[in-house]
T-cell receptor
Framework: AQSVTQPDIHITVSEGASLELRCNYS??????LFWYVQSPGQGLQLLLK??????LVQGIKGFEAEFKRSQSSFNLRKPSVHWSDAAEYFC???????????FGKGTKLSVKP | DSGVTQTPKHLITATGQRVTLRCSPR?????VYWYQQSLDQGLQFLIQ???????AKGNILERFSAQQFPDLHSELNLSSLELGDSALYFC????????????FGPGTRLTVT
């Protein structure tokens, strides 16, 4: 069965520092992968997605993610974090042809001034 | 603003009661997905409709049901409510069925007392 693991429950980084959030997936075929962000009291906003092609994908708000098949990973990165990036981040894999998403448990990001 | 609307924003009700949550997808989107977010289970897929027809079912309880109307809005009906049904319920929409970008609404927070 497909699954997504986000090993870090909570990460704190200083403003201006780089960020990497980890995501590992379990899926037999080529995965369709997503990163979403959820600010407090808000819905989920799509940051980026990987369907095929270039393994480094660019998203909104300066985020990027790299798909590594050999490591079953899809880590999210940002070179310089802003205080407004404090939120919870969810990695997800789409389930085959149905399209429904299987989410990781999320990583809460705190940003120190 | 994702373009997906959900009403009501908050709902407080008693055990044993029945409630209806409403979702209007983005203009032009034919697929509607329902997800439940709770502290212990995380984000879980409940059910998907595409152009009025049920397409996929996830971890949806028998006490829960949904439908999509000809104008493409969707309703999620929760009956015989239990304390454990307290959660945030999200609706998401996408243009097509199958793997596609999903845009999430702001959610309905249900509290069962």
């Amino acid at each position: 069965a497909q699954s997504v693991t986000q090993p870090d429950i909570h990460i704190t980084v200083s403003e201006g520092a780089s960020l990497e959030l980890r995501c590992n997936y379990s899926y037999g075929a080529t995965p369709y992968l997503f990163w979403y962000v959820q600010s407090p009291g808000q819905g989920l906003q799509l940051l980026l997605k990987y369907f095929s092609g270039d393994t480094l994908v660019q998203g909104i708000k300066g985020f990027e993610a790299e798909f590594k098949r050999s490591q079953s990973s899809f880590n999210l990165r940002k070179p310089s974090v802003h205080w407004s990036d404090a939120a919870e981040y969810f990695c997800a894999v789409a389930r085959g042809s149905q399209g429904n998403l299987i989410f990781g448990k999320g990583t809460k990001l705190s940003v120190k001034p | 603003d994702s373009g997906v609307t959900q009403t009501p924003k908050h709902l407080i009700t008693a055990t044993g009661q029945r409630v209806t949550l409403r979702c209007s997808p983005r203009s032009g989107d034919l697929s509607v997905y329902w997800y439940q977010q709770s502290l212990d289970q995380g984000l879980q897929f409940l059910i998907q409709y595409y152009n009025g027809e049920e397409r996929a079912k996830g971890n949806i309880l028998e006490r829960f049901s949904a439908q999509q109307f000809p104008d493409l809005h969707s309703e999620l009906n929760l009956s015989s409510l239990e304390l454990g049904d307290s959660a945030l319920y999200f609706c998401a929409s996408s243009r097509y069925t199958g793997v596609d970008e999903q845009y999430f609404g702001p959610g309905t927070r249900l509290t069962v007392t």
